[in-house]
């Protein structure tokens, strides 16, 4: 299971931050979601899409296991006086709404039929899943081939079960800033999968100087994503899935 620690959330801060990406991404999704909604955000992490969705939506309820994740989206709510967002902290499964979502987003989270038990179980309407669509992991110092469930990967189950859905291509770029070449190696030290050793040279080659003194250097990372849609109310039941 992704465990979230401290360096982590600082990073993926920095980056949101730092990026309209979330804010792009939501205005994207929104033509894909009915009006006046109540949306779950599932497996939201630090909650910026959700912040992003809530001016278009009744209502977003935003779930995560991980409290220190939400405790920076409830800053940011009172930051910016959003109160139609509801954090939940838990297992999704564990925590169905009192009546049936409008929508689901899982934008990276849960895979295959996890997601179509959950949507089935918990949503009736739209259900959007956000999917890597490149190949290799974006953040080794050597080549590695990516081991997750892809866009390609979810889209052949939903052939499988018979399952109507579009899917379309988006790129937005979502890249990480560092105050420090420390930060930059510290961050290729989390998340490198390919074994190769984490210098300080290996890791300036990856970065970009940016100019400016808070964030000097810059990893720079479009997201190749795939977007899939269908209606939680043509899955199968349970027991097909």
Not at 185 to 210: N, P, Q
Not at 216 to 240: C, T
Request: aromatic letters at 10%.
């Amino acid at each position: 299971m992704f465990r979230w620690n401290e360096d982590m959330i600082r990073f993926l801060r920095d980056a949101s931050e730092q990026s309209d990406y979330h804010r792009l991404l939501a205005e994207y999704l929104a033509g894909r979601l009915p009006q006046n909604a109540h949306v779950c955000d599932a497996g939201c992490g630090l909650g910026y899409l959700s912040l992003r969705l809530a001016p278009y939506c009744r209502r977003v309820t935003a779930v995560d296991v991980c409290e220190e994740t939400l405790a920076v989206l409830r800053e940011n709510c009172a930051k910016e006086g959003i109160t139609n967002i509801t954090p939940q902290c838990g297992e999704i499964a564990e925590l169905p709404p009192d009546t049936p979502y409008d929508a689901m987003v899982f934008c990276f989270f849960g895979i295959g039929r996890e997601v179509l038990r959950l949507a089935r179980a918990q949503c009736r309407g739209p259900v959007i899943l956000i999917k890597k669509a490149w190949q290799d992991h974006r953040f080794s110092i050597g080549k590695q081939k990516l081991n997750h469930e892809s866009y390609a990967d979810m889209c052949a189950l939903l052939d499988e079960l018979h399952i109507p859905h579009t899917g379309e291509m988006l790129a937005l770029e979502m890249g990480q800033p560092f105050r420090t070449i420390g930060d930059a190696c510290r961050f290729f030290e989390i998340y490198d999968k390919s074994g190769e050793a984490i210098t300080e040279d290996a890791v300036r080659r990856r970065l970009i100087a940016t100019g400016r003194e808070d964030f000097p250097f810059y990893l720079p990372q479009p997201k190749q994503m795939g977007i899939i849609q269908f209606d939680s109310r043509d899955i199968p039941a349970s027991e097909y899935i």
